[in-house]
């Protein structure tokens, strides 16, 4: 019989599985070895089937009650169960059970000696609570002796020839094993900790919000972009209500500056938009949308409203750090980009995310980095450990992205302007790891229609928690023991929601691979975006993935929760913490002097072409006037340390000779270093 399962490369069809039976033919000596193996096939098929089919629990009866005697004994009546190993349990008649015996065993079996039974001062087993268990024995009868044979070592004396299937009682503790298997616990093993995989996905979900402005922003920043009918009801409802509430004197109380950074938000858009024409444009709108007549207005008002908003408690005002950002991107580049009248022109990408309704600031675009650094490094711990992964080309994909490097947060109010470099990788990177994610939740939620096999190695069966009063059984409680259903007991988890993951996997799970879509540009005209409803508000989980894994997580009414995974969760130090924004800071001071360096070698360049081409220009004969001019401080000198006498005679004497090229200045010798050769 084949055991082993090979090396677990590849992969056979053929292969010979571990059962193996006997094969008769005519003229065949049959030897016990032969008839033992038809047995043992069988037994272990059969045991096969219980096991994968049916799972262990009680089938039917074995109902436990107190005795009509009272005292520490029970009764168990007939009934059927199956253990973890698949074998049958069966009690065919009622059978009186000595439980204060069955303490009294397990005691002796946990100290090894007999201390006496005490049950009135006993209070070392927690309570006086058991659970009684029926478990699976095999007893060898009817021994007979064997016939003489060749053997070398035959049997001595007599040879059981009958195996009796039995059962006996025991107790032990009260918490058993529960071997129902609820989808939501191999889902949770594939999410790992719950609540890093929420921080993952609430961080993805956030930026999914803007993946696709941020594309178009940086693709169109000298574009228009289109201001129809839609925007100008935005404008007029958040204009209207910014005139109405925007004044007043403090900080606005929470509630109020919630709704009033809501309106701040589309009334910025809507203006932001209007922005984006040039002066024909923007006096077209006029003639379209008489309300734009007020625009100047609207400016005022946004202004009046961003410097209330600015004195609010954020932290009270908006209690989620991730919409708390949001908002006060909302506020400081409103203020920036949109109160001055005009705008700001030199801003004209943060000027389109405004024109979205996305607001983008520098400490957005700081969280931008952080949450993709750790969304990517979710996403690889989890596939470190993922064992049955479908997606195969998940990993290498998730580690090839580009993750931008982490920069120290700004400060509350900064105003400091992307590049089209950056935007344009913060988006690329936010929109791979939003697709990554969406793949490996549908893998993980996909593997749980796969059930694993049980490999639990207690094969007691529980039949009833008891609760004794001294050495008496005052309670009987069999409500909540495993019972076998059909289909299995592993598998009744299931039942109430089956039919419907099997419909939503049909959609889900084989269909093509999620694939992010970038957004495209007319060649030509406006460009049409929608505004970004809801940014600020509740961010629903919708679709057939998200109601999956809501159906697998949420246990319905009297089913078994999902089994959280317990991992050990390292803290990284506050030493390297403070190691990593140093070199984060020595990262972006490194890019800013290597820029600089750059701008001065192109400046050196410009210089040195342009003395080239100067002394191209000169003409031949300024040649000798340059050297006349680099020789005259030379020869100045030398008259001046000559005395009138000598300075008369010379005179008189140059006057009779031709006059001379001056003399050129001559070089000073330099001085040899000790061991040079002369």
Sequence with gaps: MRTDCGCGCGGDATSTSAFVRPRFFAGQLLTEDDLSLLVEYTTAKSRLHNRSLYGPGVICGLAVSCDPCGGGTVAVHPGHALDCAGNDIVVPCTERVDVRALVRERRISALGVDCGENCDNDADDGGRRY??????????????????????????????????????FVVGPDDVEDHRHNPGTRLLASLGDLARADRARIRDRRLGMYVDALLVASLGTGRTFRFDAADARRYAAAFAWLRANAGGEGPPPPPTAREMTEHVR????????F??????????????????????????????????????????????PLRRTIARA???????????????????????????????????RVEFRADIGLIREWLLGRLDQAADLADCALRTEVAAV???????????????????????????AAAALGTAVR?????????????PCGDSTDTDVLLAHLELDGCDVVRVCSATREQVLPGGSAYGEWLPKLYRLRELAERVCCGPLPAYQKPTLPTEGPVARPYAEGLLGDWPRTGDLEEMLSLLLTPAPGETPPKALHEQVYTTPS?????????????????????????????????????THLAEQLPERLGPRLADLEGAPDEAAQSAGQAPDEAAGQTGAQADEPAKPPAKRARSPRTRKSGETP
């Design 266 to 273: 589309a009334l910025a858009a809507a203006v932001a938009r």
């Design 330 to 364: 909302a506020v400081t580049e409103t203020a920036a980009r949109v109160v001055p009248e005009g705008g700001d022109p030199d801003a004209p990408l943060e000027v389109r995310m405004l024109a979205q309704g996305t607001p983008l600031g520098h400490a957005l």
């Design 275 to 320: 922005d984006t024409y040039d002066q024909s444009g923007r006096e077209q709108l006029g003639r379209d949308y008489p309300d734009l007549a007020t625009v100047r207005e609207a400016r005022g008002a946004l202004g009046t409203a961003c410097e209330r908003l600015r004195g609010a408690d954020l932290e009270a005002v908006w209690p989620d």
């Design 439 to 451: 793949r490996f939740l549908t893998d993980a939620a996909c593997a749980t229609l796969n059930p």
């Design 402 to 428: 580009d993750v931008p490097p982490l920069l120290p947060p700004p400060p509350p109010d900064s105003t400091e302007k992307a590049t089209v470099a950056e935007v344009q990788q913060l988006a690329e």
């Design 131 to 168: 659970g009684l268990y029926v478990r699976y024995q095999e007893f060898p009868v009817e021994p007979v002796a064997p016939y003489a044979t060749e053997e070398p070592c035959p049997s001595p004396g007599c040879v059981p020839s009958r195996i009796q299937e039995g059962f006996r």
């Design 575 to 611: 030493e390297v913490t403070d190691s990593m924004q140093e070199l984060a800071r020595l990262r972006t001071q490194v890019s800013d002097l290597t820029a600089a360096l750059e701008g001065l070698r192109a400046q050196m360049s410009s210089a040195q072409t342009q003395v």
